[in-house]
């Protein structure tokens, strides 16, 4: 029975299958779209699409039907997507055994996985209906392995090729196709790949043979096809790489009717050009193109979600982007990249020339030790990672007007820099429309989107934000120490003027500054609707001769919300040793939400108005309008004063909050007089 008999609708889960040979690169990133992008359970989503954050960096990548596979840099495979063939039977395809080890080559087939060891033995795993799964004593020593639909191919040591599983005889019953009789004149071979019900591979000499399934003549090697260097089958395709660089496809999918198996997988786009890299998925084709971009076609060019279009030949525009894409492989619906990783100093000496060479979506790894500044990404999608805060360090060069690194250009949130010590910046960089401003002696970020994490930034100065300055920016600052900067004027460790960036799991501590907000100084412009918030993080022991000891806020049209903070021990002789809110009229300035802001000096920890829930403390007592610890007469003449107003040169005479000085407020005053408790 050939495949086409059973058909495309109702049968998605028991015809196909596909393949292609693993991809091995020098190392990269992995990015991956199409179907799998979340979890759902439901064919064909099962995560394929979403590598285990963990995953940093691969050398190689190969995809099945609904699951994913990859060696680590190291030699370590991991293993992601489903677990069940198309019974629904568990086959633990991307459960990776214990005992594999470090590999050199992998392979994945509709339901299966198959990989090389270090040693040269094949090892297979998951769905083993058709024996695919069980490795021939005969075989011996591998160096390539490949899956098809339910078969398994190996290049063995004496470069002879080697098949089983499924396909030993011809014209059986389904799915015997004759794909893993291996042709007598065969002879050695350099690439492989299984697709659903054939195999392919290149002879030493570049000849391509194919044996199988010819239903939709994927066996018959065009004669004029010539050398090629890469082999790869889909479902019911072959797809062949010239020596020229030229991609030639036959087979299913040489016409484009929406018809099974015909979603033009097969047909090249005229405009394709010189390519280093093919994958053939279950009805697409992908390619890297000599410029290092990547190009798709046939199923899943579009947005519409029908089967067997899942998104998987619609490239991320990112990837697009990408000329630095080192390895591609196409699953059942999916498709993964690896782009490069670029390494500092053993490939670039600098972290700039390294920033300078990268595409979008390069990494730029960082090894421990010292690096001078200044870092620009300069507008680049990339990310820059240090070995660590503690041992990786990029230092202030001491020149004029600069920051230590500065991230400028509209880099979007997933332009990265994570695992730095940023220290030493001493003079900032110009704000942009105040050039004798200097702001961000650390870091400065000026309409950017680009994230920020895992980096302690210490000792640096600037008028502005000695720490980090970030002007028209959204985006995450998380996981970050900011630590003994100090500024000439608003912005100890911190200023953020205008953003909706998220401050997250972060520790603000022993910074100082002459004006407002030792720890954090953060403004929005009267008709601001920008929505910063301050999330898990702790503020301690920063100072400044003026407000807000750590944070002081001068509101926009949207507060600002402290969710899960702790306000202590921070000072500020003014007002507001915890927080300073500026007066600019309106209510609810500022919200609380399970934070507390205590043992801030002077009293009241927090000047201004806020608004609280029942899981925050802040330790003021109500009618303590001069924050000296008694509520006593002087309170109440202060209070007095400014009766009927809004209490804009005292906020602390509002005792309730509410943005008008009146009764209520005289009340809570007179129901508090004496002394404050601790
Ligand atoms: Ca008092
Ligand atoms: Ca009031």
Redesign the pocket.
Known sequence: MQVSSIGWLGSISIFAAFMLADSVVADGGIRSWGAGLTNTSVFPDYGQSAPPSSLLNATAIAAGWTHSIAILPGGAVSAWGSNVNNLGTAVNQSVVPSTLGTCTSIGAGFYHSAAVKTTGTVVCWGDNRYGQSTVPATVGTCTKVAGGGYHTIAIKTNGLVACWGAGTVFGGVNPDQGQSIVPATLGTCTQIAGGGYHTVATRTDGTVVCWGSNVYGQCSVPSTLGACTQVAAGDTHTVALKTTGTVVCFGGGSTNSGIFPEWGESIVPSSLGACTAISAGGYHTVAVKADGSVAAWGAGTGAAIVSPNYRQSLIPAEQALANSTSAIAAGGFHTMAISKIRQVPSQYATIQAAIDACSPFDTVSVAAGTYAGPIIFGGKNIVVRGAGASSTIITGTGGATTSVVRVVNGEPATARLEGFSIRGGQTGTPIPGNASALAGGGIFLYQTSATIANCAVELNGAAFGAGIYALYCAGVIENCTIRKNSGDSYGGGMQLFDCSTIVRNCVISNNTTVTAGGGMHIVQAPTSNFSPQIINCTFGGNTTVDRGGGISWQAGTVPLQLVNCSITSNSAPIAGGGVYVYPSGGVNRLTLSNTTVCGNTVRPNISGLYTSDSLSTVCDCAG?????G???A??LAILLSVWGTNAAGFPSADTNRDGLVNGPDLSRLLSSWGICAP
């Open positions: 303590d309008v001069d924050g000296n008694l509520v006593n002087a309170d």
